[in-house]
């Protein structure tokens, strides 16, 4: 069974940071896509980053892009998600998604049939 797991959250100052991870299992782990996205409350769910394995190919959102990087420790099966530079605008549940093969050029929610649970972030001013 292919299961997700996102991890790392927390309350964080604005200009601070946090290392977000996503463990996986359950998949071959060297054929796949990992997806970010992040929810607030009344708001729908944005897609902020994404790595696939057959070319390491990434994706970030404009919101995000220059402030968080992703990458992936093949050692722990994680694909982590740093975020600095945090803005109260940031607050959010960060879930991370999976599926098989390699990402679209722009990932999407329908795209994915695997995700974790989400893990908060909350940003203070």
């Known amino acids: 069974e292919v299961q997700l797991q996102a991890s790392g959250g927390g309350l964080v100052q604005a200009g601070g940071s946090l290392r977000l991870s996503c463990a996986a299992s359950?998949?071959?782990?060297?054929?796949?896509?990992i997806g970010w996205f992040r929810q607030a409350p009344g708001k729908e769910r944005e897609a902020i980053s994404s790595i696939g394995s057959r070319d390491g190919s990434t994706f970030y959102g404009d919101s995000v892009k220059g402030r968080f990087t992703i990458s992936t420790d093949n050692a722990k099966n994680t694909v982590d998600l740093q975020i600095n530079s945090l803005r109260p605008e940031d607050t959010a549940v960060y879930y991370c998604?999976?599926?098989?093969?390699?990402?679209?050029?722009?990932?999407?929610?329908?795209?994915?049939?695997?995700w974790g649970q989400g893990t908060l972030v909350t940003v203070s001013s």
């Open positions: 359950g998949f071959i782990f060297d054929d796949y896509c």
């Open positions: 998604a999976g599926d098989l093969g390699n990402c679209p050029l722009v990932i999407y929610e329908e795209y994915f049939n695997h």
